[in-house]
C-alpha cells in the first residue's frame, strides 16, 4: 500500500476526470455508476463514449473497447507465470483489477526479487487500493461533474504520475532506447484508429530494446 | 431498442472487451508457451506501453504534434521527469509538473 500511496493523486485525478467525462457525454447517474463499476476500464470507457453518443452498433463499441485493452494482454503475458499457481477464481479478480501503475509496480519487483514471498498479496493489496481510490474519483466525477471546470486539466496529473513510474524503468540503455522507439512511434502512429498506434509502439519498443541488450551482451562486434 | 436499452447493453460490452482483454491470458497461464526471446523481451513491455501513453497525451494536441513551447504539456512532463530525477519523489513530479503546466498556460494566456 505504501508502494501505491505516491501515485494516489494521479490515480485520483484520472478518475475524476473519467467520471466527468461519463457524466457529461449524457449518461445518466446510474448509467455513469454502473460503467465504472462494471467496466473499470479508463481508457477503454473514454474510447466508447463518443461511440455511443453516436448509437453506433454494439459490435463496433465492443471491438473498439477490446483493442484500446491490447496492452493489458502483454501486460496478462508478462503476469501470468508469477500467478500461474493461483485458482481460476483468483485469477480472474486480479484481471479485473490488473491498471497500468500496479502492473509497472509489480514486474518493478518481480525484477529486482523474483521469489519476493507475499508477492500474490502485495499485487492483490496493491490493485484493490487502486480500484478504491479510482472508484472513489469517478464516483466524486461523476455527481460533481458540473462543479469540475475542463481548464483545470486535471487529467495531466494522471500522466505525470506515468512519467515518475517511467523514469526509474530506463535504467539501461536497452530499456531507454525500448521506451523512446515506442513514444515516437506512439506519437507518428497516432492517427492509427483506436489507439492502435500504442500497441505498435509497444511491439516495435519491446523489440529494439531486446535487440539491443542481445548486442550489449554479447559485447562483441558493436562499435 | 430504447436508448435506456442500448446503453446498458453498451456498458456490458465495454465490460466483456475489458475482461477479456486483461484476463484470458492469464486463463490460460502455463499452458502458453512463448519463444524465449519473446519472454526476455516482455521485460521491456511496461516501459514501452508507458513511453507510448505519456508520449502520446503530452505531445499530441486536437490540431496534431505540437513540439513547440506553445505546448504547455509537454514542458510540464519534461519539469516531472527532471523532479523525479533529482528528488526520487512521484509527489513532488505531479505537483511540481502541475504547477509548471498552469504557470505555463497563465504565460501564454491559454
Known amino acids: 500500500m505504501r508502494e501505491l500511496l505516491p501515485f494516489a493523486p494521479g490515480v485520483f485525478a484520472w478518475g475524476l476526470v473519467t467520471g466527468v467525462a461519463m457524466a457529461k457525454s449524457g449518461l445518466t447517474v446510474a448509467q455513469s455508476l454502473g460503467m465504472t463499476f462494471l467496466a473499470y476500464a479508463g481508457s477503454a470507457q473514454l474510447a466508447a463514449l463518443p461511440l455511443m453518443a453516436a448509437f453506433a452498433p454494439l459490435w463496433l463499441v465492443t471491438l473498439t473497447a477490446v483493442i484500446v485493452n491490447l496492452r493489458f494482454v502483454v501486460y496478462a503475458m508478462v503476469l501470468r507465470r508469477h500467478l500461474a499457481q493461483l485458482s481460476l477464481n483468483t485469477r480472474l479478480w486480479l484481471g479485473y483489477l490488473t491498471g497500468d501503475v500496479m502492473f509497472v509496480r509489480y514486474s518493478a519487483l518481480l525484477e529486482q526479487e523474483p521469489d519476493y514471498p507475499q508477492r500474490v498479496a502485495y499485487f492483490a493489496g496493491g490493485a484493490t487500493c487502486n480500484w478504491i481510490i479510482w472508484?472513489?474519483?469517478?464516483?466524486?466525477?461523476?455527481?460533481?461533474?458540473?462543479?469540475?471546470?475542463?481548464?483545470?486539466?486535471?487529467?495531466l496529473a494522471g500522466t505525470l504520475a506515468l512519467i515518475a513510474l517511467v523514469v526509474p524503468l530506463c535504467r539501461d540503455r536497452a530499456a531507454l532506447a525500448g521506451v523512446l522507439v515506442s513514444g515516437a512511434i506512439a506519437v507518428l502512429a497516432h492517427g492509427l484508429p483506436l489507439r492502435l498506434g500504442l500497441l505498435l509502439g509497444i511491439v516495435v519498443g519491446c523489440a529494439v530494446a531486446i535487440a539491443i541488450q542481445r548486442r550489449l551482451a554479447s559485447g562483441g562486434d558493436a562499435r | 431498442m430504447s436508448q435506456e436499452v442500448y446503453v446498458w447493453l453498451a456498458i456490458l460490452g465495454v465490460t466483456l472487451a475489458t475482461f477479456l482483454a486483461r484476463s484470458t491470458v492469464l486463463l490460460v497461464g502455463e499452458r502458453l508457451r512463448l519463444p524465449p526471446i519473446v519472454e526476455s523481451a516482455l521485460r521491456y513491455a511496461p516501459a514501452c506501453a508507458l513511453a507510448g501513453i505519456i508520449a502520446s497525451d503530452l505531445l499530441m494536441t486536437p490540431a496534431g504534434l505540437d513540439l513547440t513551447l506553445s505546448n504547455p504539456r509537454w514542458l510540464a512532463g519534461l519539469a516531472a521527469a527532471a523532479i523525479f530525477a533529482a528528488f526520487r519523489s512521484t509527489i513532488g513530479a505531479i505537483s511540481g509538473g502541475m504547477v509548471v503546466f498552469w504557470l505555463l498556460r497563465a504565460w501564454f494566456g491559454g
Open chain 1, 135 to 155: 472508484q472513489v474519483a469517478s464516483v466524486i466525477g461523476i455527481l460533481a461533474a458540473g462543479a469540475i471546470p475542463a481548464q483545470w486539466g486535471l487529467g
